[in-house]
C-alpha cells in the first residue's frame, strides 16, 4: 500500500509538468493580490505623507483674496474663475499634493495632512479627517474652507490655525480633492498589517519551499524545507484557531464611530454617571444609546468640546436640525438567540456596568473587553452570589435559606438557582 | 425455492459466509495501520499545507458585519427600546367585537390580549381577534395608495370627485348609496347622518353577509321593539339551542363563551352546572360541547321549534296552532324547559323570522325575559337589513344610483346573487371601495380609497347598551390610508382628525354618562387607558307578545317545511375564516377545523349513513347544486344532510385566500341558511385534505377522562377511579427533581375548554410559529405548538365529542430528555422542559419518544424561504414577529416551552420591584387568550396559587401517567350533564 502511493505519488508529478508553471502562477497570483490588497488601502501612504513631508515656513501671509467684507471687489473678480463642482483632474491632483504638503500653500502654512488625516483612523485623532470635513462641504453649499481658515469662529479653530489663511484658489484645489476623497468614499481600514505580513510572507516562503523541495532541488539540506513548513503550518494553524474561536466574538473590537465621543472625558473627567445616558439599563433589556436630546441636554451649553473643538459637538446639533440621527457603532452585542437583559443584571443583580463593559471611563474609544463568549457568562453566573437576603423575591426558596441558618452554605449564587438553565437565555 | 438478494458476487457461492467482523476490522486497520502513519506522504504533507493555509484565509475572512445603533433623536417619553407597551382598543368589524389589549413592541403592534376590564367579553379573545394583528402587515394584500382604475391618486383629487358626484346625484334626482355591515360605533353612524343631511342623494344601506337581522325583526313582530336581548348564559341551568353556534360563531361568542364556562365549571363545593341540549345538522362546535345533542335535518328542526311551541304552550295554558309531528319527544322537553323557569334559555341560529318569533314566545313562557335574556341591556348586532340591499341593487340595475360606496363589505364575494350585483354594479357610473385589503368588490370599483387597519385607528363601539368600547391606534398607518372616518369628514369639509372628532364625541356623549371623573381630560386618559366605559344606558323593550303573531308565525314556518327536499344542506361560519373577511390570513387557513381538524379547505360533510348508502368516503369530490366540492364523513351529522363552511374560494384576496375551498356564498339564494339540494351525484375524482389528526378514537385508554354530573356528586373523583392505580403503582429508577423555587404547572379545565381553538392562534402570535401550507401540513409538518385533540366517543351517528388542548407536557420525567445525544433538551430548575435550539442536531429521537407527540419539526427554514410564501417571507409581515422568542432555524425541534419569556418577565418584574411573585403574574399566551378560562399556569410550589388547589381535586389527572413521565400539565375530568 505504501509502495503504491508513493509510486503513484511520483508518476502523477513526473506525468504533469504542468507544475512548476502552476506553482509560478500561484505565486504571481499570490503576489498580486498582496500587493493589490496594499493598494487598496491608502492608509501607510497617507501616514508616509504625513511624517516626510512636513512644509515648514513661517511666512505670514495676509490673504486678500475673501469672499465676503474684506474685500469684496476684488473677491468678485477673484472668484467667478473657480466655479464650484467644477474641476479638472490636474486640480485633483494639486489639491491632494497640497493637502498632504507637497505642494506649499501660498501663505506657507502647514500641510493640512500634518493634523488631519485623509481618513477615520483606528487610533483617535481629535482633528477631524478629510473625508469628514469633505461630506460636510457636500452637505452645505455655502461652506467654505476660505471663511474657516481666514476668520476662524471658535476657540480651537483659532488657536489651531492661527495665521493660517488660504486662497480663493488653494480652496478651489482643495474642493477639488473633496470631491476625489467622497467619490473614493472611506476606503478600508486594515485589520492587522503585521499579522497579514506574517501570514503572506509565510506562506511565500513555505510556496518556495515545496517548490525548491519537489522541482528545483537547490537547498541540499532538507531539514531548511521541513523547518519553514513546519513553521509555516504551526503559524497558520495558530491563526486558523485563533480565528475560528474568535469567529462570532468580537472582543477588543474598537470601531471608530460617527462622532468622536470620549467617555473618558465624559464618564471620567466629568464624571457623568453611566445610566445618565444609557438610562434604560435600569429597567429594560437593552441599555439604550442615548437618543439626541439627552446629548442636548448638557450639549445645548457646552459647544466647544477640550480636544476636537466645535467640530464633533457640532455633528449632534446638525443631526438636530437635520433630523437625522446618529447612527452609532454597535460595540457590543449578543447573538440573536440569547436574551440578555440588561434590567436582571444591573438592577436585580446590582452588578457594576464595568464587571461586563471594563473600565469604560478610561477609554476614548469604547472597546469591548470581555469576549462574551457564553462560557463567560456561566463562570460568572457561577461565581456571583444573588441578592438572597434582601431581595424578598428569593423569599420561596424556604429549603436554601434554611441551610443558610444552619450554616451549611454561606451564599446562593446565580447558577443554584437556574442561572444554567439553557432557558434562562435562550428562548 | 425461494428467491434470494444478493449484495455481491461472492454471495453467489454456495460456501460463502458473511464476514461481517473481518470487513468492519479491515476499514480500521487502513487507519491504525502504523506503515501509514509514518509514511505521511508529500501529497498528504501538500495537503496539510493548504488545509492550514486556507482554513486560516477563510477563517480570518469571516468577518463580523458592523451593526448600526441608531438612536432616537427625540426619544418618546412613553416608549422604551426592548419593552412593552399596552394598549386598550377595540376589535371592531361589522357585527364582530372583542376588547383588546394590543401589545406593542419598538412601535409596532405584535400581539392582540383580551381586556379583562371588560365585562362583556370577560378578558377573552377569539381566534380572529388573535390573529387581526397579522392582517396590519399583510403588505402583499393590503392597498397602499389612493387608487382611481388601478392608477395612483391623491386623496384631496379623489375627494373632489366624490363630493362632485355626490352632489350632482342630487340635482340629476339619482340615489347614492353607502352600503355598510352592522355599525356598533355610534360616532360613525352620527357621521353618517351628518353626511346624508349634507348630500340628500345619499342612501345609507347597512347588509351583513352572515346577519343576525331575523332575531331582531322577531322582537319588533313579537315585542314591537327591533332589538336584539343580552344572552346571559351564565344565568341559565338549562340551554337549548338550535343550530346557534354560539360558542364558535353566533352573534357574541367571545362573550357566550365566557358566559357558557361559567356554568359548566364545577367543583366540589359547588357541584352544579347547567344542561345543554343542542339540534343541529352538521357538528359545530357549539354542539359538539352539548350534554345532549340531536342530529336533525335542518326542516326537522323547525318542526320541532313549532312542536315544542305547541308542548309549552299547552303546558302553560296558551293557545296551540297544529304543526307537523317532529318525531322528537318534545314534550319532555317542555317539561323540563318549565322545571327551568326563569333559569332556561332558548336560542336558535336560524335567520328565519318566523322561527325566531316562536323562539321569542317559547322564551316568554319559560320566563326567560329579564332573567337570562337581557331585554334592557340589548345588544347592537344585527342590523343588517336583505330588503334594502335588495332594493340597492334594483335601483342599480335601474339606472338609478349615481354612486355605490362599499365600506367593509364585499358583497361580488358573499353576496348571494354575486352575478346579479356585479352586472347592476356596471351599470353604476361611479363606485368607491374603502377596502383595506384586496377583495372581490375593490377590484370592480371605480375608486379605492383605502381604510386604516383598526389597530392603525381611532373609533369607538357600543355592542351592547351601556358598554362603551375605545379604539385607539397603536400605530401610524403602514401605508398612505385613511380612515373611512376621516374620508367622511373630508366630504363634510371638516377637519379630517378623527381623534379629535371622536374625542368631541366622547366629550358630548359619553363624559355626561360618568360622575367618577369630573374633568373632561381626565376621564378621557383614563378611559382611553382602560378601552371600556360602562354606562347606565339601556335600549329596552317590554316583553309582552303582540296578538297573532305566532298563528301567522306558525302558519308560515308550516309552509316552508312542508314540501322540502330530502337531502337538505347548511352552510354555517367556522371558527377561522367567518364569512371569508379574514381569509387572507395564514394563521387563520391553517388553523384548524374543531371538529374535523382540516385546514386549508372547506368540505361537504355528509353523515356515515349516508356515506355508507351511497358508497362515499373521505376526499370524494360531490357536486351538488352545480358545485364541486370535496367531502368527508363526518360522525353525527344527520342523515340526509350536507353542511358546508362559508368564508372559502375567494378568488381575489391574496395569496394565502386565493382557491382555497369552495365559495358557500354562490350555493345560497338568500339570507336563510336552510337550502334543499336540489341535485347532487360523485363526480368521480378525489381530494386530498390537510387534516391534522386522522385517527379518532382514544382506543379504550383514558386519554380523556369522562363522567356524569350524577357520578360526580356521589364521588368527585367519577371517571378518574383508575388514578389511584396508577399512584399505588409509581415507581422509578431514575433520580426525582427536587424544586427550590417554583415549579410550574398547567392545568387545563376539560369542562370548561370548548375547543374554540383561540389558544393554537395566540400561542403562534406569542412564539414565532411559522406557517407551513397545505401540503406541509398534509404531510403532518403542521409546526402549532399546541394542538386541540377531538375524541369521539359512542355510536357513530351521534357520537360524543371530547376536546383536550395538548401542548408540552413539561414531564418531571420526560423520555424526550433522556434520549437526546447532545443534551439539547433537559430540565431546568423550575420543572420546564427546555429545548436548546443552538444545541439541537435534529436527530428526532426526542420526537420518537415523547408519546404525546408535541415536538415539532423544522424540516425547512420557514422564514425568508419563497416556498413558504406567509407573512414570514415579506420584510413588513416579518414585523409580527416577538422580538423575545426566537425565529429557528431549519433542522432544530421546537415545542411549547410554557412561554418561558412570559415567566422570565415576570420572574424579573418581581425581582425588580423587590416582591414575592404573585399567583396570576405568570400568564401563557393560552391561557391569556381563553374565553373561557378553561387554562390555569402558576406555581404549585406556592401553597396559595390556583393551580396548588386545582392539582389536589380528584378530578385532576395527568395523560398517560401509567408511563411515570410525570407531567406537569394536569386535566380535570370532563363532567357531563347528562340524564341517567
Known sequence: ?427 | MEKKYWQSIEETNPDYTPQKEESNSSTIEILTDDTNVKSTSRRDFLKWCGISFFSATVISACENPVKKAIPYLHQPETLTPGKANWYASSFVDGNRFCSVLVKSRDGRPIKIEGNDLCTFTGGGTNAIAQASVLSLYDDGARYKYPAKKGEKIGWEIADEQIKKALREAGEKGKKCYLLTPTLLSQSTKELINSLKAKYPALEFVSWDAVGYEAIREAHLTAFGRAAIPDYRFDKASLIVSFSADFLATWVAPVSFANRYAKTRKISESNPAMSRHIHFEAGMSVTGSNADERVPVKPSTELDIIMELYNEMAALTGNPVFSSPASGYDTKALAEEILAHKGKSIIVCGHNNLQAQILINAINLMAESYGNTLDNRKTLNMGQGNQEAMAQMIEQMEQGNAELVMFYKSNPLYNYPNADRLKSALANVPMSVSFATAKDETAKECTFILPDNHYLESWGEAMPVWGTHSLMQPVMQPVFNTRQFQSTLLAWLDKDTDYHAYIKEYAEKALFPRQTRYPDFQQFWINTLQAGILETDEVFAFDARLQSGVVSDAVAQLKTQTANTAQVQFMVHENVAMADGSYANNPWLQELPDPVTKIAWDNFAAVSPAFAEEHNLKDGDIINFNSVEVPMIIQPGQAMDTISLALGYGRTFAGKSADKVGVNAFRLLTGSAFLWDVATWQKTGSGHQFARTQTHHSMEGRPIVRESTLDKYKQSPNAGNEIREYHLKHMSTLYPEHTYEGHHWVLMVDLNACNGCSTCVIACQAENNTPVVGKDEVRRRRIMHWMRIDRYYTGEKENPGVVYMPLMCQHCDAAPCENVCPVSATNHSHEGINQMAYNRCVGTKYCINNCPYKVRRFNWFRYAMNDRFDYNMNSELGRMVLNPDVTVRERGVVEKCSFCIQRIQDAKLKAKNERRKLKDGDVVPACMGACPSKALVFGDINDPDSKVARLIKDPRNYHLLEEFHTLPTVGYLTKIRNKKG
Open chain 1, 1 to 427: 500500500m505504501k509502495k503504491n502511493q508513493q509510486i503513484s505519488g511520483k508518476t502523477w508529478l513526473k506525468s504533469t509538468k504542468l507544475l512548476p508553471l502552476s506553482a509560478f502562477l500561484a505565486m504571481v497570483t499570490i503576489m498580486l493580490f498582496t500587493l493589490n490588497s496594499v493598494l487598496a488601502t491608502d492608509q501607510p501612504e497617507t501616514d508616509e505623507v504625513m511624517d516626510t513631508t512636513e512644509v515648514i515656513t513661517d511666512e505670514p501671509a495676509e490673504q486678500t483674496e475673501q469672499q465676503e467684507e474684506a474685500q469684496p471687489e476684488e473677491a468678485a473678480e477673484e472668484v467667478s474663475p473657480y466655479v464650484r463642482g467644477e474641476y479638472t483632474t490636474q486640480q485633483i491632483r494639486r489639491g491632494e499634493r497640497l493637502f498632504h504638503g507637497l505642494a506649499p500653500f501660498g501663505s506657507g502654512l502647514h500641510d493640512c495632512a500634518s493634523c488631519h488625516y485623509t481618513q477615520p483612523q483606528k487610533e483617535i485623532n481629535w482633528n477631524p479627517a478629510a473625508i469628514e470635513m469633505a461630506r460636510l462641504w457636500e452637505q452645505d453649499p455655502g461652506y467654505s474652507i476660505m471663511d474657516i481658515m481666514n476668520n476662524p469662529v471658535s476657540m480651537r479653530l483659532m488657536e489651531d490655525h492661527a495665521g493660517m489663511t488660504i486662497t480663493a484658489e488653494e480652496q478651489h484645489l482643495l474642493e477639488a480633492y473633496y470631491t476625489q476623497l467622497l467619490e473614493k468614499g472611506p476606503g478600508e481600514l486594515k485589520a492587522y498589517p503585521i499579522r497579514a505580513a506574517i501570514f503572506w510572507g509565510l506562506g511565500f516562503l513555505m510556496l518556495l519551499a515545496i517548490v525548491d523541495l519537489i522541482i528545483t532541488r537547490k537547498i541540499p539540506f532538507k531539514g531548511v524545507h521541513i523547518f519553514i513548513l513546519f513553521i509555516g503550518i504551526a503559524v497558520h494553524g495558530q491563526f486558523a484557531m485563533a480565528e475560528a474561536q474568535r469567529l462570532g466574538r468580537t472582543q477588543d473590537y474598537a470601531p471608530d464611530q460617527p462622532i468622536k465621543f470620549s467617555h473618558l472625558i465624559h464618564a471620567e473627567e466629568n464624571e457623568i454617571d453611566c445610566q445618565y445616558c444609557h438610562f434604560t439599563a435600569d429597567f429594560s433589556a437593552t441599555a439604550n444609546f442615548p437618543s439626541n436630546n439627552v446629548c442636548m441636554n448638557c450639549h445645548n451649553v457646552v459647544r466647544t468640546g477640550t480636544l476636537s473643538g466645535a467640530f464633533e459637538i457640532n455633528k449632534i446639533h446638525r443631526a438636530a436640525d437635520n433630523d437625522e440621527p446618529i447612527e452609532w457603532i454597535r460595540v457590543h452585542k449578543l447573538p440573536d438567540h440569547s436574551f440578555f437583559s440588561h434590567a436582571q443584571h444591573v438592577n436585580a443583580g446590582k452588578l457594576d456596568c464595568a464587571e461586563c463593559h471594563g473600565q469604560v471611563e478610561t477609554m476614548h474609544i469604547v472597546r469591548q473587553v470581555e469576549d462574551l463568549s457564553m462560557g463567560w457568562c456561566l463562570t460568572c453566573h457561577r461565581e456571583h452570589e444573588v441578592d438572597f437576603f434582601d431581595n424578598p423575591y428569593f423569599q420561596i426558596y424556604e429549603r436554601l435559606h434554611e441551610k443558610i441558618k444552619n450554616g451549611e452554605i454561606n451564599g446562593v449564587t446565580a447558577a443554584e438557582l437556574g442561572g444554567e438553565d439553557c432557558m434562562s437565555c435562550h428562548y
